[in-house]
């Protein structure tokens, strides 16, 4: 069955500390999507990456940065000298190309806290 | 950047009450979803659209009703609202083609009194 595990509820660190949110998922497709949201205090997800199953090349883009390992089923996200604007919920997600092709499935989030 | 507009943000409303929670996008998407948010921050998918004339219930069973008479407008409807109707309530939407990445909307943040 498809699924997506956050492990991590929430994560408290001092700003300018690096921070990895896990993400673990599910899926009986060999072709597959993976997301991640970032939801600040304001409510809104806002879209920050998506990956497809073929290509496990790690990827960067200023602080951020995502690690796609398939042989063990994961997505990381890591945040690298964190500033108290990174604080919010991340949402990892998994959309299907065979099954459930027009939905997203959610992990439950990490809510993310950096303090000054 | 997204638009996609949701009406109310936030709304407080009495029990046995009609209400209706707007969502718009100007990026001419086939597709729209809504999800329900609970306070333990996990979503749950109500509704979603495949495009006009089209609905469809979500993974999480709900009460609400949507309709979708244009593309650009998927609203939300409960007929008599309880105080387990109080949540986040989030509209998103994305192109019909690829695997592409939902937009989302601000959210409207329901209480049921």
């Known amino acids: 069955a498809q699924k997506v595990t956050q492990a991590q509820t929430e994560i408290s660190v001092v700003e300018k500390e690096d921070v990895t949110l896990d993400c673990v998922y599910e899926?009986?497709?060999?072709?597959?999507?993976l997301f991640w949201y970032k939801q600040p205090p304001s409510g809104e997800l806002v879209f920050l990456i998506r990956?497809?199953?073929?290509?496990?090349q790690n990827e960067i883009s200023g602080r951020y940065s995502w690690n796609f390992q398939k042989s063990t089923s994961s997505f990381n996200f890591t945040i690298t000298a964190s500033q108290v604007v990174d604080s919010a919920v991340y949402f990892c997600a998994l959309s299907e190309a065979l099954y459930n092709t027009d939905k997203l499935i959610f992990g439950t989030g990490t809510r993310l806290q950096v303090f000054p | 950047e997204a638009d996609i507009y949701q009406t109310p943000r936030y709304l407080v409303i009495g029990t046995g009450k009609k209400i209706t929670l707007e969502c718009s996008q100007t990026m001419g998407h086939d597709k729209m979803y809504w999800y329900q948010q609970d306070p333990g921050m996990e979503l749950h998918l109500i509704h979603y659209s495949y495009g006009v004339n089209s609905t469809e219930k979500g993974d999480l069973s709900s009460e609400s009703t949507v309709s979708r008479i244009r593309t650009e407008h998927f609203p939300l409807t409960l007929e008599s609202a309880r105080p387990s109707h109080t949540s986040q309530y989030l509209c998103?939407?994305?192109?019909?083609?690829?695997?592409?990445?939902?937009?989302f909307g601000p959210g409207t943040r329901l209480t049921v009194t």
């Open positions: 990956r497809n199953s073929f290509d496990e």
């Open positions: 899926t009986r497709d060999t072709t597959y999507y």
């Open positions: 998103a939407s994305r192109a019909g083609q690829g695997f592409n990445e939902q937009y």
